[in-house]
């Protein structure tokens, strides 16, 4: 594991918990996860990654899907709950990608830079002195309506709640949005049919 302070370790623990746990290091991701927030003496932390650890590795790959990749209100990425598919949302991308490429944080994966276990990592791992208000600001937004979204008895709950307690306290606006710039994805008038496997 990648050495970050105290203050980083919870966000890289939050960002190891939201791997896609089919991928074959996940469990041993996860031992080593529970050694280090034990070591940090973190209980509340220790206890959500046993509780990872407990379930069934296809059973939280079938949650996993059900939550992350198939509905939009839980999506793991920032601007598509900001934005949709609006055609801004490249912009904040390209954005969200220089914000970290210039404070030298080197991505490990091919995912978009609004990737919320990536911009965890990011929280965890930023050099000191540089300012990420706005940037936590956007992902308590974000959160708050994920943690609305998840049901409590699941796993995801208590990752998206820790991440709630940690953020700066952001109201989300009513409504099935955060910014009044979303545009929700038409498929309706798709000139193909959509499909998932």
Not at 51 to 66: H, K, M, P, V, W
Not at 99 to 117: A, K, R
Not at 155 to 176: E, K, R
Request: hydrophobic residues 40%.
């Amino acid at each position: 594991m990648q050495d970050v302070d105290n203050d980083g370790a919870t966000w890289k623990i939050l960002s190891l918990l939201l791997m896609y746990p089919a991928d074959p290091e996940f469990h041993n991701v996860l031992e080593d996860a529970a050694d280090w927030a034990t070591d940090l003496g973190d209980v509340t932390l220790a206890r959500l990654v046993r509780d990872f650890l407990q379930i069934d590795t296809s059973g939280l790959a079938e949650e996993y899907c059900r939550y992350f990749d198939f509905q939009s209100r839980t999506s793991l990425h920032l601007t598509a709950h900001e934005l949709g598919d609006d055609r801004k949302r490249g912009v904040a991308l390209l954005a969200l990608r220089r914000m970290l490429t210039t404070t030298g944080f080197v991505q490990q994966t091919s995912e978009l830079p609004d990737y919320l276990p990536l911009l965890f990592e990011f929280l965890a791992a930023k050099p000191e002195g540089i300012p990420t208000e706005d940037l936590e600001l956007r992902l308590a937004r974000v959160c708050r309506v994920i943690l609305n979204e998840l049901p409590r008895e699941s796993v995801y709950h208590g990752v998206f709640q820790m991440a709630v307690d940690i953020l700066p306290n952001a109201t989300v606006p009513s409504g099935s949005t955060i910014f009044t710039g979303f545009d929700k994805a038409n498929i309706d008038d798709a000139p193909y049919p959509v499909f998932y496997d």
